[in-house]
Protein backbone atom coordinates (compact mmCIF):
# COMPACT_ATOMS: atom_id res chain seq x y z
CA UNK A 1 0.00 0.00 0.00
CA UNK A 2 1.38 3.64 -0.78
CA UNK A 3 -0.13 7.24 0.43
CA UNK A 4 0.93 10.46 0.27
CA UNK A 5 2.71 12.14 3.00
CA UNK A 6 3.61 15.46 1.15
CA UNK A 7 2.10 17.84 -1.48
CA UNK A 8 5.31 17.32 -3.40
CA UNK A 9 4.89 14.09 -4.82
CA UNK A 10 6.86 12.39 -1.75
CA UNK A 11 5.25 8.89 -1.43
CA UNK A 12 5.71 6.41 1.55
CA UNK A 13 5.82 2.64 1.89
CA UNK A 14 3.12 1.49 4.53
CA UNK A 15 4.97 -0.27 6.99
CA UNK A 16 3.30 -2.56 10.30
CA UNK A 17 6.11 -1.40 12.22
CA UNK A 18 4.36 1.54 15.05
CA UNK A 19 7.87 2.83 15.05
CA UNK A 20 8.31 3.63 11.77
CA UNK A 21 6.92 7.25 10.35
CA UNK A 22 6.76 8.98 7.58
CA UNK A 23 8.50 12.41 6.66
CA UNK A 24 6.33 15.45 6.52
CA UNK A 25 6.23 18.81 4.83
CA UNK A 26 8.67 21.03 7.78
CA UNK A 27 5.46 23.15 7.96
CA UNK A 28 3.90 20.55 9.99
CA UNK A 29 6.85 19.79 12.59
CA UNK A 30 5.21 19.63 15.81
CA UNK A 31 7.75 20.11 18.60
CA UNK A 32 6.30 18.88 21.79
CA UNK A 33 5.77 21.45 24.42
CA UNK A 34 7.38 21.70 28.49
CA UNK A 35 4.06 20.21 30.63
CA UNK A 36 2.94 22.50 32.47
CA UNK A 37 2.27 21.02 36.31
CA UNK A 38 2.08 22.91 38.90
CA UNK A 39 3.07 22.50 42.72
CA UNK A 40 -0.25 20.59 43.26
CA UNK A 41 -0.22 17.89 40.36
CA UNK A 42 3.59 17.57 41.86
CA UNK A 43 2.92 16.60 44.67
CA UNK A 44 0.26 14.58 44.10
CA UNK A 45 1.66 12.98 41.17
CA UNK A 46 4.85 11.97 43.82
CA UNK A 47 1.92 10.61 46.41
CA UNK A 48 0.91 8.53 43.65
CA UNK A 49 3.95 7.04 42.79
CA UNK A 50 4.48 6.51 46.06
CA UNK A 51 1.20 4.37 46.55
CA UNK A 52 2.09 2.35 43.69
CA UNK A 53 5.83 1.32 44.84
CA UNK A 54 5.55 -1.96 46.78
CA UNK A 55 9.10 -1.95 47.00
CA UNK A 56 10.27 1.87 46.73
CA UNK A 57 13.75 2.49 45.88
CA UNK A 58 16.18 4.93 47.40
CA UNK A 59 17.20 8.42 45.91
CA UNK A 60 20.49 9.22 45.23
CA UNK A 61 21.84 12.82 45.86
CA UNK A 62 24.32 14.31 43.71
CA UNK A 63 27.28 13.55 46.21
CA UNK A 64 26.84 9.67 45.12
CA UNK A 65 26.64 9.60 41.56
CA UNK A 66 29.12 9.83 39.17
CA UNK A 67 29.55 10.59 35.53
CA UNK A 68 30.13 7.28 33.77
CA UNK A 69 33.02 7.55 31.09
CA UNK A 70 32.59 7.19 27.10
CA UNK A 71 33.23 3.61 26.20
CA UNK A 72 30.58 2.57 29.02
CA UNK A 73 28.14 5.53 27.38
CA UNK A 74 28.67 3.80 24.44
CA UNK A 75 28.07 0.53 26.12
CA UNK A 76 24.61 1.78 27.88
CA UNK A 77 22.97 4.10 24.60
CA UNK A 78 25.31 3.56 21.65
CA UNK A 79 25.65 5.56 18.92
CA UNK A 80 24.30 6.12 16.41
CA UNK A 81 22.06 8.57 17.85
CA UNK A 82 19.41 9.06 14.99
CA UNK A 83 17.22 6.36 15.97
CA UNK A 84 15.06 5.31 12.83
CA UNK A 85 15.20 8.15 10.93
CA UNK A 86 17.23 6.34 8.40
CA UNK A 87 14.42 3.55 7.82
CA UNK A 88 12.05 6.51 7.91
CA UNK A 89 13.37 8.17 5.33
CA UNK A 90 14.01 5.63 2.73
CA UNK A 91 10.10 4.62 3.54
CA UNK A 92 9.49 8.14 2.83
CA UNK A 93 10.95 7.94 -0.81
CA UNK A 94 10.73 4.42 -1.68
CA UNK A 95 7.50 4.86 -4.11
CA UNK A 96 8.78 7.90 -5.86
CA UNK A 97 12.34 6.66 -5.96
CA UNK A 98 10.71 3.93 -7.83
CA UNK A 99 8.49 6.20 -10.52
CA UNK A 100 10.26 6.02 -13.24
CA UNK A 101 9.15 9.35 -14.01
CA UNK A 102 7.50 11.30 -11.34
CA UNK A 103 5.82 14.77 -11.25
CA UNK A 104 8.76 16.72 -9.42
CA UNK A 105 11.81 15.37 -9.93
CA UNK A 106 13.25 17.17 -7.22
CA UNK A 107 13.23 16.18 -3.43
CA UNK A 108 14.46 18.33 -0.26
CA UNK A 109 14.93 17.12 3.32
CA UNK A 110 15.23 19.58 5.52
CA UNK A 111 16.93 18.43 9.05
CA UNK A 112 18.00 20.03 12.70
CA UNK A 113 21.22 21.08 13.02
CA UNK A 114 24.05 18.71 15.02
CA UNK A 115 23.63 15.87 12.68
CA UNK A 116 26.35 13.69 13.38
CA UNK A 117 25.47 10.58 11.47
CA UNK A 118 24.59 12.55 8.01
CA UNK A 119 21.18 10.97 7.78
CA UNK A 120 20.63 11.38 4.03
CA UNK A 121 24.32 10.80 2.96
CA UNK A 122 23.86 7.71 5.28
CA UNK A 123 20.36 7.01 3.48
CA UNK A 124 22.38 7.55 0.00
CA UNK A 125 25.31 5.32 0.36
CA UNK A 126 22.79 2.21 1.79
CA UNK A 127 21.13 2.73 -0.90
CA UNK A 128 24.04 2.80 -3.43
CA UNK A 129 23.14 6.16 -4.83
CA UNK A 130 25.51 8.39 -6.22
CA UNK A 131 26.55 11.29 -3.99
CA UNK A 132 27.48 14.87 -5.06
CA UNK A 133 30.20 15.80 -3.17
CA UNK A 134 30.84 19.94 -2.08
CA UNK A 135 33.95 21.64 -2.94
CA UNK A 136 36.85 22.48 -0.77
CA UNK A 137 35.63 26.02 1.20
CA UNK A 138 38.28 27.37 -0.53
CA UNK A 139 37.25 26.98 -3.82
CA UNK A 140 34.22 29.04 -3.14
CA UNK A 141 35.98 32.00 -2.99
CA UNK A 142 38.45 31.65 -5.84
CA UNK A 143 35.81 32.57 -8.43
CA UNK A 144 36.06 29.70 -10.39
CA UNK A 145 32.90 27.74 -10.03
CA UNK A 146 33.26 24.20 -8.62
CA UNK A 147 30.11 22.98 -9.89
CA UNK A 148 30.24 20.00 -12.07
CA UNK A 149 27.79 19.87 -15.61
CA UNK A 150 25.65 17.16 -14.31
CA UNK A 151 22.88 17.60 -16.37
CA UNK A 152 24.61 16.30 -19.67
CA UNK A 153 27.05 13.46 -20.51
CA UNK A 154 28.25 10.60 -17.67
CA UNK A 155 27.30 12.55 -15.06
CA UNK A 156 23.45 13.11 -15.98
CA UNK A 157 23.40 9.10 -15.88
CA UNK A 158 20.69 7.31 -14.15
CA UNK A 159 19.31 6.24 -10.88
CA UNK A 160 19.14 8.93 -7.86
CA UNK A 161 21.42 11.70 -7.35
CA UNK A 162 21.60 13.11 -3.54
CA UNK A 163 23.05 16.32 -2.85
CA UNK A 164 23.94 15.63 0.67
CA UNK A 165 24.80 18.70 2.77
CA UNK A 166 23.46 21.62 0.51
CA UNK A 167 24.95 24.10 3.47
CA UNK A 168 28.62 23.17 2.17
CA UNK A 169 28.15 24.78 -0.94
CA UNK A 170 28.44 28.06 -0.18
CA UNK A 171 30.16 30.50 2.25
CA UNK A 172 28.48 33.83 3.72
CA UNK A 173 30.43 35.85 2.27
CA UNK A 174 30.30 38.56 -0.81
CA UNK A 175 32.33 35.90 -3.44
CA UNK A 176 30.73 32.96 -1.47
CA UNK A 177 27.60 32.43 -3.15
CA UNK A 178 28.36 31.84 -6.89
CA UNK A 179 28.76 27.78 -6.13
CA UNK A 180 24.96 27.75 -4.67
CA UNK A 181 23.62 29.91 -7.04
CA UNK A 182 25.10 27.79 -10.26
CA UNK A 183 23.86 24.39 -8.15
CA UNK A 184 20.71 25.99 -7.74
CA UNK A 185 20.25 27.02 -11.44
CA UNK A 186 20.95 23.19 -12.83
CA UNK A 187 18.56 21.21 -10.94
CA UNK A 188 16.01 23.41 -12.29
CA UNK A 189 16.40 21.65 -15.57
CA UNK A 190 17.78 17.99 -14.35
CA UNK A 191 15.22 15.37 -15.80
CA UNK A 192 16.39 12.53 -12.93
CA UNK A 193 15.47 11.71 -9.44
CA UNK A 194 17.44 13.81 -6.87
CA UNK A 195 17.39 14.51 -2.87
CA UNK A 196 19.03 17.44 -1.82
CA UNK A 197 19.82 17.75 2.13
CA UNK A 198 19.70 20.59 3.88
CA UNK A 199 20.44 22.04 7.62
CA UNK A 200 17.52 24.12 8.86
CA UNK A 201 19.40 26.99 9.28
CA UNK A 202 20.95 27.26 6.23
CA UNK A 203 17.72 26.46 4.15
CA UNK A 204 16.26 30.08 6.13
CA UNK A 205 19.48 31.74 4.84
CA UNK A 206 19.60 30.57 1.27
CA UNK A 207 15.90 30.98 0.94
CA UNK A 208 16.31 34.62 1.72
CA UNK A 209 19.58 35.47 0.13
CA UNK A 210 19.24 33.14 -3.53
CA UNK A 211 15.38 32.95 -3.13
CA UNK A 212 16.00 28.89 -2.79
CA UNK A 213 12.49 28.10 -1.77
CA UNK A 214 11.61 29.53 -4.77
CA UNK A 215 13.80 26.92 -6.97
CA UNK A 216 13.24 23.65 -4.77
CA UNK A 217 9.92 21.90 -3.54
CA UNK A 218 8.59 21.83 0.16
CA UNK A 219 11.07 19.99 2.29
CA UNK A 220 9.97 17.28 4.16
CA UNK A 221 11.42 16.29 7.89
CA UNK A 222 10.83 13.34 10.50
CA UNK A 223 8.32 13.25 12.67
CA UNK A 224 9.04 15.26 16.20
CA UNK A 225 10.23 12.72 18.80
CA UNK A 226 7.40 13.51 21.54
CA UNK A 227 7.95 10.92 25.14
CA UNK A 228 6.71 8.13 24.15
CA UNK A 229 8.25 8.13 21.06
CA UNK A 230 11.58 9.12 22.71
CA UNK A 231 10.42 6.00 25.61
CA UNK A 232 10.42 3.23 22.52
CA UNK A 233 13.54 4.24 21.04
CA UNK A 234 15.79 4.21 24.23
CA UNK A 235 14.20 0.95 25.83
CA UNK A 236 15.45 -0.67 21.96
CA UNK A 237 19.00 0.80 22.68
CA UNK A 238 19.31 -0.52 26.49
CA UNK A 239 18.70 -4.38 25.11
CA UNK A 240 20.15 -5.77 28.53
CA UNK A 241 18.04 -7.29 30.89
CA UNK A 242 20.71 -6.91 33.70
CA UNK A 243 20.42 -3.67 33.44
CA UNK A 244 17.80 -1.05 35.24
CA UNK A 245 17.86 2.75 34.89
CA UNK A 246 16.10 4.91 37.21
CA UNK A 247 15.58 8.29 38.36
CA UNK A 248 17.89 9.57 40.95
CA UNK A 249 14.84 12.19 41.83
CA UNK A 250 11.59 9.46 42.34
CA UNK A 251 13.62 5.90 42.16
CA UNK A 252 11.60 4.89 39.48
CA UNK A 253 12.46 3.06 36.81
CA UNK A 254 12.84 5.00 33.41
CA UNK A 255 13.24 2.30 31.08
CA UNK A 256 10.50 -0.25 32.06
CA UNK A 257 8.32 -1.61 29.70
CA UNK A 258 5.10 -0.36 31.44
CA UNK A 259 6.70 2.92 32.82
CA UNK A 260 4.43 5.28 33.61
CA UNK A 261 7.22 7.52 34.33
CA UNK A 262 6.84 11.57 33.06
CA UNK A 263 10.61 11.72 32.65
CA UNK A 264 10.76 11.71 28.84
CA UNK A 265 7.87 14.16 28.68
CA UNK A 266 10.29 17.25 29.39
CA UNK A 267 13.43 15.78 27.72
CA UNK A 268 10.52 15.64 24.52
CA UNK A 269 10.34 18.95 25.15
CA UNK A 270 13.68 20.21 26.00
CA UNK A 271 15.13 18.62 22.90
CA UNK A 272 13.08 19.99 20.74
CA UNK A 273 11.82 16.45 19.83
CA UNK A 274 15.03 16.03 17.51
CA UNK A 275 16.50 12.71 18.41
CA UNK A 276 20.36 13.04 18.59
CA UNK A 277 19.48 16.12 21.08
CA UNK A 278 17.60 13.97 23.15
CA UNK A 279 19.95 11.26 22.87
CA UNK A 280 22.98 13.25 23.89
CA UNK A 281 21.36 15.02 27.09
CA UNK A 282 20.22 11.52 28.65
CA UNK A 283 23.81 10.41 28.17
CA UNK A 284 25.01 13.59 29.59
CA UNK A 285 22.49 12.64 32.56
CA UNK A 286 23.28 8.86 33.27
CA UNK A 287 25.37 8.64 36.58
CA UNK A 288 26.97 5.54 38.09
CA UNK A 289 26.03 5.31 42.20
CA UNK A 290 29.10 3.85 43.14
CA UNK A 291 32.73 5.85 42.89
CA UNK A 292 34.82 5.02 40.60
CA UNK A 293 37.73 3.66 43.20
CA UNK A 294 34.44 1.32 44.72
CA UNK A 295 34.37 -0.05 41.23
CA UNK A 296 36.87 -1.35 41.01
CA UNK A 297 37.53 -3.43 44.37
CA UNK A 298 33.38 -4.47 43.79
CA UNK A 299 34.56 -5.95 40.44
CA UNK A 300 37.88 -7.84 42.15
CA UNK A 301 35.18 -8.87 45.02
CA UNK A 302 32.45 -10.43 42.22
CA UNK A 303 34.50 -12.11 39.84
CA UNK A 304 31.84 -14.70 39.40
CA UNK A 305 28.52 -12.53 39.76
CA UNK A 306 25.23 -14.30 39.70
CA UNK A 307 23.63 -14.23 36.06
CA UNK A 308 20.69 -12.79 37.89
CA UNK A 309 22.51 -9.78 39.61
CA UNK A 310 21.30 -6.33 38.04
CA UNK A 311 23.80 -3.40 37.44
CA UNK A 312 21.80 0.04 38.62
CA UNK A 313 22.09 3.41 36.54
CA UNK A 314 20.79 6.60 37.67
CA UNK A 315 19.52 9.60 35.72
CA UNK A 316 20.11 13.11 37.06
CA UNK A 317 18.40 16.25 36.20
CA UNK A 318 18.15 17.87 32.92
CA UNK A 319 21.73 19.71 32.45
CA UNK A 320 21.05 23.01 32.55
CA UNK A 321 23.39 25.66 29.80
CA UNK A 322 24.07 28.91 30.87
CA UNK A 323 25.02 31.03 27.94
CA UNK A 324 28.36 32.80 28.22
CA UNK A 325 28.06 36.57 27.24
CA UNK A 326 24.39 36.32 26.40
CA UNK A 327 24.05 39.95 26.01
CA UNK A 328 27.44 40.17 23.56
CA UNK A 329 26.63 40.56 20.03
CA UNK A 330 29.55 38.51 19.01
CA UNK A 331 28.93 35.89 20.95
CA UNK A 332 25.68 35.02 18.81
CA UNK A 333 26.80 36.07 15.74
CA UNK A 334 29.68 32.89 16.05
CA UNK A 335 26.78 30.57 17.35
CA UNK A 336 24.47 32.19 14.37
CA UNK A 337 27.02 30.99 11.83
CA UNK A 338 28.05 27.90 12.81
CA UNK A 339 24.64 27.00 12.59
CA UNK A 340 24.24 28.47 9.13
CA UNK A 341 27.04 26.38 7.96
CA UNK A 342 27.42 23.02 10.44
CA UNK A 343 30.93 23.96 11.09
CA UNK A 344 33.79 26.27 10.18
CA UNK A 345 37.67 26.32 11.15
CA UNK A 346 39.19 29.63 12.77
CA UNK A 347 39.85 30.97 9.72
CA UNK A 348 36.49 30.40 7.93
CA UNK A 349 34.81 31.58 10.62
CA UNK A 350 37.26 35.00 10.45
CA UNK A 351 36.07 35.19 6.60
CA UNK A 352 32.28 34.97 7.27
CA UNK A 353 32.36 37.04 10.89
CA UNK A 354 35.12 39.56 10.67
CA UNK A 355 34.83 40.96 13.76
CA UNK A 356 37.78 41.83 16.79
CA UNK A 357 36.64 40.10 19.63
CA UNK A 358 35.08 36.89 17.95
CA UNK A 359 38.26 34.64 18.81
CA UNK A 360 37.58 35.43 22.89
CA UNK A 361 34.22 34.73 22.17
CA UNK A 362 34.52 30.94 20.73
CA UNK A 363 37.09 30.31 23.80
CA UNK A 364 33.94 31.19 26.20
CA UNK A 365 31.82 29.29 24.28
CA UNK A 366 34.03 25.88 24.27
CA UNK A 367 35.04 26.37 27.66
CA UNK A 368 31.48 26.57 29.03
CA UNK A 369 30.46 23.67 26.58
CA UNK A 370 29.03 25.09 23.44
CA UNK A 371 31.47 24.27 21.10
CA UNK A 372 33.78 21.47 20.44
CA UNK A 373 36.77 21.38 17.98
CA UNK A 374 36.88 18.24 15.75
CA UNK A 375 39.95 18.83 13.90
CA UNK A 376 40.43 21.93 12.39
CA UNK A 377 36.43 22.55 12.68
CA UNK A 378 34.25 24.27 15.04
CA UNK A 379 31.30 22.74 15.58
CA UNK A 380 28.18 23.34 18.06
CA UNK A 381 27.58 20.34 20.97
CA UNK A 382 24.37 19.02 20.07
CA UNK A 383 23.50 18.82 23.99
CA UNK A 384 23.82 23.07 23.95
CA UNK A 385 21.53 23.64 20.85
CA UNK A 386 18.18 24.18 22.76
CA UNK A 387 19.67 26.89 24.29
CA UNK A 388 21.56 28.48 21.55
CA UNK A 389 18.12 28.37 19.80
CA UNK A 390 16.51 29.95 23.02
CA UNK A 391 19.41 32.31 23.35
CA UNK A 392 19.01 33.62 19.66
CA UNK A 393 15.21 33.98 19.71
CA UNK A 394 15.17 36.19 22.80
CA UNK A 395 17.82 38.39 20.91
CA UNK A 396 15.12 38.68 17.87
CA UNK A 397 17.58 36.76 15.55
CA UNK A 398 15.79 35.31 12.56
CA UNK A 399 15.29 31.38 13.29
CA UNK A 400 15.09 28.14 10.97
CA UNK A 401 11.43 26.63 10.49
CA UNK A 402 11.87 23.90 12.76
Not at 149 to 168: K, M, N, Q, R, Y
Not at 186 to 207: D, P, T, Y
Not at 294 to 320: I, N, R
Not at 332 to 341: E, G, R, S
Request: with cysteine; net charge negative; glycine share 6%.
Amino acid sequence: MVSKVADNNVTAVDTQAESVRQFQPVRDYDQPSMPAVDTLQRISARFRALLKRSNPEPTMGSDQLRKLQADRLDEVMSPPACGPLINELQASLAAWVATEKPDNWLQLVILPPCDENGIVETWARDGGHQLLEAPGRNELLDGICAVPDFTIGSESGGGVLVIPHLEHWFLRHQQGLGDVRALLAQLQSLERHCVIGCNSWAWAFLSKVVQANTLLPEGITFQAFDAARLHRWFLQLNNSDKLRILSSQSGEDLLGEDSTSDYFKPLAARSQGIPWVAWHLWRRSLRSGVPVEEVVELAEETAVASETEQETLWVAALEEFSLPGKESQTTLLVLQALLIHGSLSLTELNLVLPLSDQNAAVAALTKAGFIEKVGHQLRLIAAAYPAIRSGLKTAGFPLDGL
